[in-house]
């Protein structure tokens, strides 16, 4: 790798991270005793780092316009570009599509949860800035029990209560981007909810699983504290199990 564009990788990958807030056991880069990022294995597959460092890049974009957004400079006619549709989505039927987020339910994510917002979410702009990240790689999709236009997205991240985030997908519809409007698959919201273990074992007994990872599910469990892969038993875990209703 030559040292410029390796340096490259590394700052594109360290500033995402950074960004982020991501732990230190999740990280790909750490600091020397002089400041300087490195990767932490620096003999690792090129590719892998170059492909990792090109995802980094869109993700710090979505990230910039959290920020833009959340200080009122962003255009307030335009939704957020969350990310295109990850390979997972297009796998179940999904049309490539821009993944937008509406600045409404970036500020209902934003806003804390009190009596007098017991629906708002509370995260954080680093927990947010995430959601890239965490669409392109999901724990499980299952069609929604409530409304058959909408996929659901249980994803590898927790509340502050140590709850799955669950990510509802409303395909095919239309959104304000780049000041035109464009086709797109929306992502309504992003929320954790009480009694998980009930909800995930209702989409079990609901037939409403259309993918589950099984590597992904272990990590939830142990990231949460919560039995889940019970749930999955008899699954044919890491393949599309159905197609999923909102796209008919």
Known sequence: MKAEKGSEIITTICEYENSVAMPDNE?????DTCGIARLKDGNGNVKAQEAYANRCSEYL???????????GVYSPYDALKVCDTPEIFLKTGFEQRPMLYTQKHLFQALTPKSDYNPHRHGF???????????????????????????????????????????????????????????????VLSVYSRQNFIRY???????????????????????????????????????????????LG
């Open 124 to 186: 954080s702009i680093e927990q947010v800035k995430r959601f890239p990240e965490l669409l392109a790689s999901p724990v499980v999709l299952a069609n929604s029990p409530t409304r058959d236009d909408v996929l659901l997205a249980i994803l590898l991240a927790t509340d502050a209560y140590d709850t799955p985030l669950i990510a509802g997908i409303k395909p095919d519809g239309t959104g304000n981007y780049g000041e035109r409007e464009v086709e797109t698959n929306m």
């Open 61 to 71: 974009r979505f990230g910039h316009e959290v920020d833009l957004a959340a200080c």
């Open 27 to 31: 990280r790909l880069t750490y600091l």
């Open 200 to 246: 995930f074992a209702l989409l079990r007994d609901m037939n409403a699983f259309v993918f589950v990872s099984g590597r992904k599910i272990e990590a939830l469990e142990d990231l949460s504290g919560l039995l889940l892969a019970g749930n999955c038993s008899g699954l044919d875990i890491d393949r599309i199990l159905q197609r999923p209703k909102c």
